[in-house]
Every structure is written in C-alpha cells, then in structure tokens.
C-alpha cells in the first residue's frame, strides 16, 4: 500500500519568505505528526495531531511555525517569515492510532538563503 | 538535554558478524522504544520495538534488548549484511503517559564491510 508521502522533495526560499509543506498519510491512520531534522541530529517533534485537531504543539520552535489538518488527513506545515535557521529536513509521519508505531515519509529538504 | 543518547557516531562491522548498536535514555518515564533506519535521502524505516514489559523483543536478524534498571537499550543485528549500512537511530516514547511523540538519539552509522 501507498505510504506517507510528502511534497516538495526540495525546497529552496530566499529569507523572509512564506513556505507551505505538505503532508499525506498513511490512508486510514487517524495521528499525524511533524518533525524536524537538522544535519547531525534525530528527529526532534513540533506537532501532533490526532484527526483534525492538533493535540500538542508543544514542539513548534516558535509563532512562526503553523501546521493545519482541516480534513484530518492531509496536512500542512507552514512557516513565516523564514530564516536561515529553519533550513531542515521536515519529516512527517502517521500512525494508525495515536500511540505506538510511527511510519515516517521521505521528508521535505527546507533550504533557506 | 539529550533524553535519547547514542554515544556511538559511528560503527564498522565486518560481514556476516554481529552489529551492536547501543542506546541509553535517561527519563524513567519512557516505557516504549523503537529502533529506525534511516537511508540518505529517505525517511527513517521502522525496524523494532519493545515496550518495557518486556527485555527482548526478536524479529529475524533483529534483536533489542532492554535493561530498565541501567536505562539501556541495544539492537543487535546477525548476521550483518551490506545492505544494513545506514544511520540507526533509537526512539522513546513514554506512551502510559499519554504522550506519543518520539525522543531520538543523534543515530549511529552502521557500516557493513563485504
């Protein structure tokens, strides 16, 4: 069956910008979360939701960071204002509940210039 | 405050030999674990996991190991292959808490030499 995948693979913004990433879960898996990675490091989460509400945010760095799950399937992560130190790896992943096994996708490489 | 630690940035193990890959966790709410592996340019793949009321958990070549009591965990690999070279990375959950976002290790470079 199809996995998690995300959208762009790539993305390259000049600072300052607005940038949406996309994510599409596993179909039928009810949790969703955001991660990020930066070189040398794990994963580290910014936000989770289970269907369309976002249960905790806890992760997000800051108010310029936003993700959105209107229909409790796919979501968007969103980020204002770009700066250099948002350049990443966003990964996403899903779960069929909201606890155990999380399946990831390919990631989304944010490059901010 | 690394909650995940894998002190291991990388490891080389001949063929057809055990890979042992190790991580400690230091917050005693964690009673969920989970080992991934991770390609370049992919995202990580879900190999193992083992909740805390158990100390091993077996699925072919893989094995993990936990010890509560000394916050360890390992995953052993026999026999290695090739094919496993990739960074592994350890994860926790402290799921009876009712928290379900993973805590990761910075990962550990598995490389399998033929």
């Known amino acids: 069956g199809a996995g998690v995948s995300q959208t762009p693979s790539n993305k390259v913004t000049e600072k300052g910008k607005y940038v949406e990433l996309r994510c599409d879960p596993i179909s039928g898996h009810t949790a969703l979360y955001w991660y990020r990675q930066s070189l040398g490091q794990g994963p580290e989460f910014l936000i989770y939701?289970?269907?369309?509400?976002?249960?905790?945010d806890s992760g997000l760095p800051n108010d310029r960071f936003f993700a959105v799950r209107p229909e409790g399937s796919v979501s968007t992560l969103k980020i204002q204002r770009t700066e250099r130190g948002d350049s990443a790896v966003y990964l996403c992943?899903?779960?069929?509940?909201?606890?155990?096994?999380?399946?990831f996708g390919p990631g989304t490489r944010l490059t901010v210039l | 405050d690394q909650q995940v630690k894998q002190n291991s940035p990388s490891l080389s193990v001949q063929e057809g030999r055990i890979s042992i890959l190790n991580c400690d966790y230091t917050n005693s709410m964690f009673d969920y674990f989970l080992w991934y592996k991770k390609y370049p340019a992919e995202g990580p793949t879900f190999l193992i996991s083992i909740s805390s009321i158990k100390d091993k958990n077996e699925d072919g070549r893989f094995t993990v190991f936990l010890n509560k009591s000394a916050k360890h965990l390992s995953l052993h690999i026999v026999p290695s292959q090739p094919g496993d070279s990739a960074v592994y990375f350890c994860a926790a959950s402290p799921l009876n808490s009712g928290n379900t976002p993973l805590v990761f290790g910075k990962g550990t470079r598995l490389s399998v030499i033929a």
């Open positions: 939701f289970q269907g369309t509400g976002a249960a905790d």
């Open positions: 992943a899903s779960s069929p509940r909201g606890w155990g096994t999380q399946y």
